[in-house]
């Protein structure tokens, strides 16, 4: 599955795929690829029989909702105040998650099924030659420029804020105990702290969206070198997938692949 956008004299190309991996009986992630909206959207639904399901899908139409009625409508009331310090398109990204979080947040509270269910969310909208980057969890984004894997995103985990309090060592680390606990997720509670990073893309740059299926199955290492590998971004999302389940794919598995090319 694929898409692309033309962009300042580039083309940006964008692939996804999904896996329920090898361990799970139903996939809770979901995934988005740019339409009308040049936004890319994971998340990583959590909460057990189907409501994580609910929860990521309700993040991807929630958020992509609102990019379309801002879009068509620049004057609409938005449902929490614009931070003046940041570009518009940084609030429509930030307002647009709180406003999916609510949402989830107020249908776990109404609906028994669904108590419990939040998501994971890592976001992106290129927006004139800016890349805007928006995120709650653990689901992440790599980029990949000259030979150099950068994770951008930080892991809203206890994990990460163990290993930043305790400097863990890289054997604490393989062993740590509750490395699937998330501290930040979307309908965890009704507000939300979104972390938003913005950079300039540049030619050859590829980047990564994924869920902790993937992260936490293959290592930075072993994805550099597969997305060095392999020119096909279909083929890269699947061979990323097939390398995750190789691993024991023991969560669901979403790969979203976008590379900025000459036009």
Known sequence: MSSSFPMDGMRVRFAGDSNVGMKRAHNEDAFYLPESERLAIVADGMGG??????????AVETIVGFFKATQDDQQMTWPFKMDH??????NRMVTAI??????IHEQAQKDPRCHGMGTTVVTTLFADRALIIGHVGDSRLYRRRDRDL???????SLLNDYIKMKNLSPDEIAS???????VRALGMKDTVQVDVHVEQPQL???????????????????IAAIADGEADLDK???????????????????????RVEPA
């Open 236 to 258: 890269l999302c699947e061979t990323l997938i097939a390398e995750a389940n190789k691993n024991g794919g023991a969560d669901n598995i979403t790969v979203v692949a976008v």
């Open 98 to 103: 709180k406003l999916a979080n609510l949402k």
């Open 176 to 182: 740590f105990p509750h490395k699937n606990v998330i």
């Open 150 to 156: 950068k994770q951008l995103t930080e892991d809203h």
């Open 49 to 58: 029989h189907a409501s994580g399901e609910v929860a990521s899908r309700m």
């Open 204 to 222: 050859g740059d590829l980047y990564l969206l994924c869920s902790d299926g993937l992260s936490g199955m293959v290592k930075d290492e072993e």
């Open 85 to 90: 310090g940041n570009r518009y398109e940084t």
